[in-house]
C-alpha cells in the first residue's frame, strides 16, 4: 500500500531553516508528481509546493517564493522541502503528497500523517 512517511520537523527560530523529508513507498516513486501541502493552526489546507516525476519542473505557492525549495531523489524515493528564511506564519502541519499524475501537481490521491512545523523565537 501507498505510504507516505513525513520527518525533519520540529521547532526553528524565524530566520532559521528546516529541511523536510518524505519516504514514500508502496508505489513507483518516480512515475509521479509530488507536493507539499500544509495547514496551520485554525486555518484551512494550503497547497505549498509540487515537483514533477523527473524533478525537472518545481511550483511553489506565490508567498512562498524564493524561500522554499522542493527536490526529489528518486533513486531513494524521497521528496524534499527546504525551507529558509521561516516566519511564525509559516506554522504549520506540514503533509507530503502524492499526485495523480506524472506532471500535474495540485491534484492527488495520497497524504502522509504530516510533520509539524513550529517557527517561534
Known amino acids: 500500500q501507498v505510504q507516505l512517511v513525513e520527518s525533519g520537523g520540529g521547532l526553528a527560530q524565524p530566520g532559521g531553516s528546516l529541511r523536510l523529508s518524505c519516504a514514500a513507498s508502496g508505489f513507483t516513486f518516480s512515475s509521479y508528481a509530488m507536493s507539499w501541502a500544509r495547514q496551520a493552526p485554525g486555518k484551512g489546507l494550503e497547497w505549498v509546493s509540487g515537483i514533477y516525476d523527473t524533478g525537472s519542473i518545481t511550483f511553489y505557492a506565490d508567498s512562498l517564493k524564493g524561500r522554499f525549495t522542493i527536490s526529489r531523489d528518486n533513486a531513494k524515493n524521497t521528496v524534499y522541502l527546504q525551507m529558509n528564511s521561516l516566519k511564525p506564519e509559516d506554522t504549520a502541519l506540514y503533509y507530503c503528497?502524492?499526485?495523480?499524475?506524472?506532471?500535474?501537481?495540485?491534484?492527488?490521491?495520497?497524504w502522509g500523517q504530516g510533520t509539524q512545523v513550529t517557527v517561534s523565537s
Open positions: 503528497v502524492k499526485d495523480l499524475e506524472p506532471r500535474r501537481v495540485g491534484a492527488s490521491d495520497y
